[in-house]
């Protein structure tokens, strides 16, 4: 009572407008709660108001009405007592009952609506006793109304009653198109996905399948954009021109499919021989696929027609992969062979494209697979001039790393160093580390095999930052002009670094390296770790060949880095391609048997050592007995030199001393050096309260980082131990390894990060630039 006296005395409810000095307005939720009511009260009041709304009767109800019309079954009545024109349809099955199909109170609606009913419904209910149902009526009165223009076939394809098809009326409008699109009622069957209808429509009525709409569409079209493969496929068993028939927007079947990413429909339309070189709007099907980005449809039609990877566009002269709009996309076409440097009419190739569209992602997957960074385009452009007019920094780096030269002239004789002199003073910065890049003295000195002295080559571990030891030796190969296995007589390399040592034992060019490395990355790193071994694996295999051993190649002499661990201690074991020299040491695994001797050098496979050495804990399980050999030798300088010097003390214990080479140059490249940063508690302790836990939790964490990441530190007292080896007797040595801006993870896998490390190596030569001139100087000094 309390509220009901409150609600009696607010002024929101019961003061007008000008009453109680202005009251305010009803609250807008208020109003908002009588709108949705009101609407409500609406719909239930037409739900029971509809004046088309099916209602069983019966005839002796009407006998004091006035029969206005009569057809068939069909009686308009003028209802004397409710002043309406009611429409009944007698059941004639039953004469004494019937239907009201409409209750209309103006004379002239009842007319016309009792003519479109008394012209369409007499082959529905002369066939099918279906029909003589409340809601199966309701259904196909609404259609009559809603559709005034569709023949008896079309509504009886909307209705879905079998017998209908088999009416004369029904039959003779198979292939009308008296219907608001142009479609037949085959359009419609094959849209709605309506198998039964297609069968009655194509065996009994003889629909003809080549009909096309107003948009010039076949039933191929329609059944493409239903979601019944079944129809399509029976729409395929009979040959019709329809299969190939272009709409007015120029698709094809084929190409609708290839742009809504139906790849099913793909397939049966290939397998009913629909064509794949018909022109469309962005070309062929295939073209189509990889504008809409639809990996499925092209990998379908590549699969049914190998061929199509190399078509080009009528109207461009553009390849499948100038349509790559990712990288997904590109390496799709590219694993398949497809060309990369493939031009267009204007002289494109895909990577122009790429970088004209900001698409680093498709950048990057075409530079990887080798794609020519200086290619000349339309007006002689190369890829770089288009990245400095749009000053794509990152882009801008991205080329530059991958080779492409700053000072090519196009057409118009500007060079892309001279529009980044109109852009930006950043892309100017870029322009004058890339030149740092040439040599400053000409070179043309090849390898003299009699040389008296050897090189030797040590590359660290570091995951995929192998990236920063690939950038380096390019540039190395690039000032020397002589490929890496020809300046050194013995390299030495762990994890990455070893398998970086088998690639230029197997005389696989870096350039060729750094692609395989980014595309690696992604075939490996997937998911968390420690990650699956057998994509690692497969890559190896794929590289180095799965029976290739390590002996089968002889020079240089290649050693790896590996770390026994079926023992305590731990022991560095070296895969060789050479038999190991004889220390006159007693090896420790023959003072115990349970100790397994490691395999010998002619029996080792290659992918297997490049394996083991890069069996980093956490990253990937051991293989068989062996871990990371950064574990024990993430730097392998004074490991190298040590194998090196015992391997020439045996040549002299055997009488072969004429043998022996004087080391005279040591050129070790790390993987790129962290920035250091601060760490506040290394403290562990028995904690005594939660508060302590967590610091000693925090404190353990950091002490195990601490201890692992000295224990693989490759750069501090390991480089200042062997630049003191060799200034000792003599021999040269040369450390490059570039500060990073970032701490990358050996697992890193983005390509702007990646780039970055690679930019930043090449920013480490321009200031380095002397010494690395000294270093190339000596290499190639007799």
């Known amino acids: 009572m309390g509220d009901r006296a409150q609600l009696t005395r607010d002024p929101v409810f019961f003061q007008t407008e000008g009453e109680g000095g202005g009251a305010s307005p009803p609250a807008p939720q208020k109003m908002q709660f009588f709108g949705r009511l009101v609407n409500t009260l609406s719909s239930v009041t037409n739900l029971f108001s509809n004046p088309f709304r099916v209602k069983e009767v019966a005839v002796a109800d009407y006998n004091s009405s006035v029969r206005v019309r009569e057809e068939g079954q069909l009686i308009l009545f003028q209802n004397v007592t409710t ?420 690639a230029i034992l197997h005389s696989k060019s870096m350039a060729y390296m750094r692609g395989v490395y980014f595309r690696m990355k992604d075939e490996v790193f997937r998911g968390s770790r420690p990650y699956e071994s057998g994509p690692l694996e497969e890559f190896l295999k794929r590289e180095f060949g799965e029976h290739t051993k390590m002996t089968d190649i002889k020079k240089p002499k290649v050693m790896l880095t590996g770390t026994l661990s079926d023992r305590q201690p731990a022991e560095l074991h070296l895969f060789r391609n050479y038999e190991a020299p004889d220390t006159g040491r007693e090896p420790r695994f023959c003072h115990n048997i349970n100790l397994k001797p490691p395999t010998h050098p002619s029996d080792q496979l290659v992918w297997r050592a490049a394996r083991s050495s890069g069996a980093a804990p956490t990253y990937f399980r051991p293989n068989g007995r062996f871990l990371d050999g950064g574990l024990l030798a993430n730097n392998p300088t004074l490991d190298a030199l040590t194998e090196i010097h015992e391997y020439n003390q045996d040549l002299i214990r055997k009488g072969q001393g004429h043998k022996v080479k004087k080391l005279s140059i040591v050129v070790s490249l790390g993987t790129g050096r962290s920035p250091q940063v601060p760490v506040t508690c290394v403290d562990v302790f028995r904690p005594s309260n939660p508060w302590e836990l967590a610091k000693t939790v925090f404190g353990a964490k950091e002490l195990g980082k601490m201890v692992v990441d000295c224990c693989t530190d490759p750069d501090g007292r390991a480089v200042d131990r062997a630049r003191a080896w060799c200034e000792m007797v003599g021999i040269q040595y040369f450390r490059l390894n570039p500060q990073l801006g970032t701490d990358i993870m050996l697992d890193e896998v983005s390509d702007t990060v990646l780039v970055n490390a690679l930019w930043e190596t090449e920013v480490y030569i321009y200031e380095h630039r002397e010494q690395f001139q000294n270093l190339i100087q000596q290499l190639l000094s007799p």
């Open 83 to 502: 002043r309406t024109w009611d429409c009944i349809l007698v059941n004639p099955r039953n004469t004494q009952n019937g239907f009201r199909l409409f209750q209309l109170e103006n004379e002239a609606d009842a007319l016309v609506t009792f003519q479109q009913y008394s012209a369409q419904l007499p082959p529905f209910y002369e066939s099918s006793a279906q029909v003589l149902h409340i809601e199966v009526l309701q259904h196909l009165t609404d259609l009559i109304r809603s559709h005034p223009s569709w023949s008896v076939a079309h509504l009886a394809v909307e209705l879905g009653i079998r017998e209908c098809f088999h009416h004369s009326r029904v039959i003779s409008c198979a292939n009308s198109t008296e219907s608001e699109e142009g479609c037949t009622p085959l359009h419609l069957a094959c849209r709605k996905g309506d198998r039964e209808s297609l069968v009655e429509l194509v065996q009994y009525c003889h629909a003809q399948m080549d009909v096309t709409d107003n948009r010039g569409e076949t039933a191929f079209h329609y059944a493409v954009q239903g979601d019944s493969s079944q129809v399509l496929q029976l729409l395929g068993k009979n040959a019709s021109a329809g299969l190939n028939q272009v709409n007015h927007q120029g698709q094809t079947p084929l190409h609708l499919a290839c742009q809504m990413g139906k790849q099913e429909m793909v397939r049966i339309l290939l397998l009913c021989n629909a064509r794949c070189n018909i022109m469309g709007p962005t070309g062929y099907p295939i073209h189509t696929a990889m504008k809409f980005s639809q990996k499925g449809c092209a990998e379908m039609i590549i699969s049914m027609d190998s061929n199509q990877i190399h078509s080009k566009d009528p109207r461009y002269g553009a390849s499948p992969l100038h349509w790559a709009k990712n990288a997904e996309m590109a390496r799709m076409l590219l694993k398949r062979g497809c060309d990369v440097d493939s031009t267009s009419f204007a002289g494109n190739t895909a990577l122009h494209v790429a970088v004209m569209r900001n698409r680093f992602d498709c950048v990057m997957a075409l530079l990887t697979h080798g794609a020519n960074a200086d290619a000349r385009g339309e007006h002689g452009s190369t890829p770089l001039h288009l990245a400095m007019s749009k000053d794509n920094v990152e882009m801008i780096k991205a080329l530059i790393v991958f080779g492409a030269e700053v000072d090519t002239p196009n057409d118009f004789g500007e060079t892309p160093a001279f529009i980044a002199s109109k852009i930006s003073k950043h892309a100017q910065d870029l322009v004058h580390i890339s030149r740092a890049r040439k040599p400053a003295f000409i070179l043309s000195s090849m390898r003299d095999e009699k040389r008296t002295h050897d090189h030797l080559l040590c590359l660290d571990g570091g995951g995929v930052k192998g990236l920063v030891i690939i950038q380096l030796l390019i540039a190395i190969e690039k000032a020397s002009g002589i490929a890496t296995k020809d300046l050194f007589d013995w390299v030495a390399g762990t994890s990455t670094g070893g398998i970086l040592a088998l």
